[in-house]
């Protein structure tokens, strides 16, 4: 047959193309260090022992065991090695790559087009950044490995009706629900799957047919989601947060595809642009237009190919909505519509994007939907292969190569040196080595409170650096090697009683609290402050009372909206580490010894006091 391999050529190119993968991914990780969330974990396993609490300790409004107990075993064995690390993700990366391979044989068979869809796979720029941050990887490569192990397990299920692959269906989902909640998007695509790859049925009522045949499946996946569901509900896992507009949302699905899912897809090139904890693509305005056109080209050539290659491009751009709607939802009140091309949010539409142009493209082998290749086929030419594929891997290359800089040159790296530095600054008795984690300035929220005023401690053991616990200021060490301080906080404490309401008194309650009713106008409220503060970057602390969550922006951050208080906790406050802790916001300079707060309409608040600090210029 025209384009046909042998089983020894088929195995050779699968396992360079495995190969390469992951000595491309091992080789952009290599230089980076672990970063901000990485600290926060691994001191929440360092403190804790093994148990049911810890292991449903929640984070930022995620429940995931297994993930905690990585950090617990991490820092146990391996600690703060990070080339350890990287050959840790790199091996879930090999195993994701032979997983795929897998379910690609059991969808297409053994085909030169299987082949290229595992190459698509392995070398795509939707691996970069967040396959580089220890914590985001740590979700999203076993999350991944368990969707496409649950996909493989459910095409096995509709060919054979094998009550194991049900069980292996089970497991890996619920096994995934461990290190991320992304994976329950399974409970719509697979079913979606079964209608586009594995139905033949004409009528609405075939179709609904084609789905109760597999309805005992269906039935453990429901068991799966319960199970998660009362463990989630019953947990202490909400965290307030500020939920976008609808325009925020449709905003983040459309920049998602074509400034970020599309342009890593294709393999850019792109570089990455600093947004919330990582970064997004910016390609520029052609390589947006021009991948945009390559996408349109690729539909037209699927359909005038196979006129069922639609039911892989709706797979596919399904797949797509659901996250990016879920991940807006979730995140885009506090990091806007640019998260939706945040690379470590779409990694997960990996596997769905690859079955979905496998479906376009190539014939099932499996099922009822099964087609033969004919015997005479029409083979793409060679040498537009060999083009199409030079120019996808020079394209990664490049972007590789840009993540690799944005990622060596950024806090990471400056962590990893900063432990370089310090070695050589070691105070002898103790052998303790003080890391900055301060968070940066382009990030505010409340969740990320911990990174503003503090440092990790780590101690040396021989040649290895071990965690040892948390300062609760800044550290540094001077250049006489001196462990000192960093920037002490200059505060000053906010008058609420003689607060202004657009410029005019507002008059305190008797409790000295100033309080805005419910009306239907923003209104600005300014604090005087007990004294002025040096020009700065301040931090923000308030106590405040309100009936429900309030949202509050600052006007000096340009309408940034800034968290939510919970009213039953009576301050600004983000559930952490098993209680409250205020809000610490950067602001620009208060001005003259005010605090400026823009409150939304219909948002009643009583703000009872609160302190402001700006770090003091050290000599």
Known sequence: MPGSLSDRGFALAAAVIVAASAVAMAAVNWGGFFYQDDFLFLRQGHDAAMSLSYLREGAFGHFFPGFRAAFWLQDRTVGLDHHVIVFVVAAVHVACLLAMLRLLILIFGRRPGTLVLLGMFGFSGLWLSG?????????????????????????????????????????????????????????????LLTLLAFSTAASFRGLLADLW?????WAAFGVVLAVYAIAYLTGDFYVATVHPTAHTVISAVAQGWHQGFVPAFLGGPFTLVQHGSLGYPDPTRLLTVVDQLVVLGLVVLSVSRRRSAWRGWAFLATAFVINVAVIAWTRGGLLGAGVGRELKYLIDILPFAIVGIGLAFLPVARGPRAEAVPARSRPVPRPLVVLAATAFLTMFGVSAVRVARFWHGGDSARFGRTFDAT????????????????????????????YQRESVLLRLFGTRLRYAGQADRTLVVDPAGRVRPDAPLVQARLLPAKATIDGQPLPPDRGGAACLRSDDA????????????????????????????????????????????????????????????????????????????????GNPICLEGGTVGVPATVG
Do not use: N
Request: proline share 11%; net charge positive; hydrophobic share 45%.
């Open 131 to 191: 396959y580089l941050w220890w914590v985001s990887a740590l979700q999203v490569m076993p999350a991944t490995l368990l969707t496409i192990i649950v996909i493989d397990a459910h095409v096995r299920y509709l060919t054979w009706r094998r009550r194991r692959d049900i069980a292996v269906a089970a497991l890996g989902l619920a096994l995934a629900l461990c290190f991320y909640e992304k994976p329950a998007q399974l409970v719509v695509l697979l079913p």
């Open 213 to 217: 045949g597999a309805w005992r499946l």
């Open 522 to 601: 923003p209104h600005l409220i300014s604090i005087p402050l007990t004294a002025p503060l040096p020009p700065g970057r301040p931090y923000l602390r308030l106590r405040t009372r309100a009936p429900r969550p309030v949202r509050l922006r600052f006007p000096q951050q340009a309408g940034i909206e800034i968290g939510a208080i919970d009213p039953a906790r009576r301050s600004v406050a983000q559930r952490l580490d098993g209680g409250p802790r205020p809000l610490y916001v950067p602001l620009e300079s208060p001005g003259a010894g005010t605090v400026d707060l823009l409150i939304d309409p």
């Open 423 to 450: 070695r050589e600054h070691l105070d002898t008795r103790q052998g303790t080595v003080y890391l900055d984690v301060d968070m940066p300035e382009t990030v505010l929220s409340s969740a990320f409170q911990p």
